[in-house]
C-alpha cells in the first residue's frame, strides 16, 4: 500500500516556457540532500519544453530551486519535436546524462503525432543537447500511429531494454480524435538502434483505452510496472473514466500479469488529485519506494507524491 504526502509543486505562471503544467515528473537524485525533479511544463501555445524543480531530499515539501529557464525545447521546423519536447527518463550514462524524450508534432486530423527522441547533458543535467535531430523510434509496423513515454533500464553494459507506449489507432468520439495506445517492449545494445518485436506488455481490455507513461523497477527477482490507464470516452471529465494507477508484474520484463487491485493507491475524494491520478515514476530513495505523480488535468494541477509503506 503507498501513503499519499501530498501535493509540491506546480507553475505559478510567472514564466513565459512555463505558464501551466508540471507533467511526467521524473526523480533524480543529485546528492544525499538534494533531489532533482523534472517534469514537462507548457508556454502559452500549449507547446511542451522539460525544466526541473530541487527538492530537500530529507523534507520534499521544502522546495530548494525552481529552475528558470528549459533544459530542453521544441526542434526545429519539420522534425518530429517541433511542437514540444516532453521529457520521459533519464539515465545516467559515464559522466553524462541521456533523456529519452517524447517529441510532439501536430496533425491535422489526429491532432498530433509523437515520436522518442534522445538527448544528452554533459552539465550534470542543466542543459541537453539533442544527440541526434531525427527519432530514435517513430511510427513502425508494430506502432501504427506514433511511439511515446519510454521508460529504460540498462541492465548491463550490452542490454537495454524499453517499455513504451504505442498508439494503434485514432477513433473520432464526440467529434474528437481520441488515441488508443498500450505498452510495448523493445531491446538495444546501446540504447540507441533498438529492436522491437510488437510484444504488448499491457494491452487493451474492456475498459482501457489507453495507458499512461508505464514506470519499470525490478525488486528482487520480480519486475514491477506502474502506468495510469482511462477510457476513451468523456475521460476528461467524467472521473468514472479518467486516468487512475494501475500496476503489472512480469519474472522476465517481457511477459506481464495485470494485477491492478494491487496498485496500492487511488484517487482521493477531493483536491488536487480526484479526478485523475496519471504519469507516475517510481523509484528508491533512502530505501523506499517513492512515487512521483499527476493529478487532475494530465498535470495542471501540479505534481505530489507517495511513499510504500514497506522498506526496499
Same mark, same amino acid.
Given at each position: 500500500?503507498?501513503?499519499? %504526502?501530498?501535493?509540491? #509543486? %506546480?507553475?505559478?505562471?510567472?514564466?513565459?516556457?512555463?505558464?501551466?503544467?508540471?507533467? =511526467?515528473?521524473?526523480?533524480? @537524485?543529485? /546528492?544525499? !540532500?538534494?533531489?532533482?525533479? #523534472?517534469?514537462?511544463?507548457? /508556454? %502559452?501555445?500549449?507547446?511542451? &519544453?522539460?525544466?526541473? =524543480?530541487?527538492?530537500?531530499? !530529507?523534507?520534499? !515539501?521544502?522546495?530548494? #530551486? =525552481?529552475?528558470?529557464? @528549459?533544459?530542453?525545447? %521544441?526542434? &526545429? =521546423?519539420?522534425m518530429f519535436d517541433e511542437s514540444g519536447a516532453m521529457p520521459s527518463w533519464f539515465l545516467r550514462v559515464g559522466d553524462e546524462i541521456w533523456l529519452y524524450y517524447t517529441g510532439w508534432n501536430r496533425s491535422e486530423t489526429a491532432s498530433y503525432r509523437l515520436g522518442i527522441g534522445l538527448a544528452v547533458s554533459r552539465d550534470n543535467g542543466l542543459t541537453f543537447e539533442r544527440m541526434f535531430d531525427g527519432p530514435l523510434l517513430d511510427r513502425y509496423i508494430f506502432d501504427q500511429v506514433w511511439v511515446a513515454q519510454p521508460c529504460v533500464i540498462r541492465e548491463r553494459d550490452d542490454y537495454w531494454r524499453m517499455w513504451y507506449l504505442s498508439c494503434t489507432k485514432i477513433e473520432v468520439i464526440n467529434g474528437h480524435p481520441e488515441p488508443f495506445y498500450d505498452v510495448k517492449y523493445a531491446e538495444s545494445t546501446d540504447g540507441i538502434h533498438w529492436t522491437r518485436t510488437g510484444n504488448v506488455c499491457v494491452g487493451y481490455d474492456e475498459f482501457t483505452d489507453a495507458i499512461g507513461r508505464p514506470t519499470v523497477f525490478k525488486d528482487g527477482d520480480l519486475y514491477k510496472m506502474y502506468f495510469s490507464y482511462r477510457n476513451a470516452t468523456n475521460y476528461r471529465t467524467d472521473v468514472k473514466r479518467s486516468y487512475r494507477i494501475g500496476y503489472a508484474e512480469s519474472t522476465d520484463g517481457i511477459n506481464w500479469t495485470r494485477k491492478d487491485e494491487l496498485a496500492g493507491i487511488a484517487r482521493s475524494e477531493d483536491g488536487w488529485d480526484s479526478l485523475m491520478m496519471d504519469y507516475c515514476h517510481i523509484f528508491n530513495h533512502n530505501g523506499q519506494w517513492t512515487m512521483f505523480y499527476n493529478g487532475n488535468g494530465f498535470g495542471a494541477s501540479g505534481f505530489g507524491y507517495a511513499v510504500m509503506d514497506q522498506s526496499v
Open positions: 500500500m503507498w501513503t499519499k %504526502k501530498g501535493l509540491i #509543486y %506546480k507553475p505559478d505562471g510567472s514564466m513565459a516556457f512555463s505558464q501551466t503544467h508540471a507533467q =511526467v515528473p521524473f526523480g533524480f @537524485p543529485l /546528492d544525499e !540532500n538534494r533531489l532533482r525533479v #523534472y517534469f514537462s511544463t507548457r /508556454d %502559452k501555445d500549449i507547446q511542451s &519544453a522539460t525544466s526541473f =524543480v530541487e527538492l530537500d531530499a !530529507n523534507d520534499f !515539501n521544502n522546495i530548494l #530551486y =525552481v529552475h528558470d529557464k @528549459p533544459c530542453i525545447t %521544441k526542434g &526545429a =521546423v519539420g
